[in-house]
């Protein structure tokens, strides 16, 4: 059973930068596919990056503001976020890919103002 959890969201202004934290219960090492997703208030869950077998790909509106990485030794997930503009707004989710199964954090909450 794998738990994801989230943190670092908060209320930023337009231009600024957050940095969110996956915290994954038990070793991450033999997860190949972990991601970072979003949800906007009134909107669809969006991808926002995801690694798998050792590259990492990002939502086209990401536009090399947004940087995913990932510490096996330190089992977490981390999404670093600048230049945030409003319409980033949004729950952000950690997912994590293994088995044909998917899990998922509850999320944390990103507010830009503009």
């Known amino acids: 059973q794998v738990q994801l959890v989230e943190s670092g969201g908060g209320l930023v202004q337009a231009g600024g930068s957050l940095r969110l934290s996956c915290a994954v219960s038990g070793s991450i090492f033999s997860i190949n596919t972990m991601g970072w997703y979003r949800q906007a208030p009134g909107k669809q869950r969006e991808l926002v990056a995801f690694?798998?077998?050792?590259?990492?790909r990002y939502g086209n509106f990401v536009k090399g503001r947004f940087t995913m990485s990932r510490d096996n030794a330190k089992n977490t997930v981390t999404l670093q976020m600048n230049s945030l503009k409003p319409e980033d707004t949004g729950d952000y989710y950690c997912a994590a890919f293994e088995g044909g199964v998917d899990y998922w954090g509850k999320g944390t909450l990103v507010t830009v103002s503009s």
């Open positions: 690694t798998s077998g050792g590259s990492t």
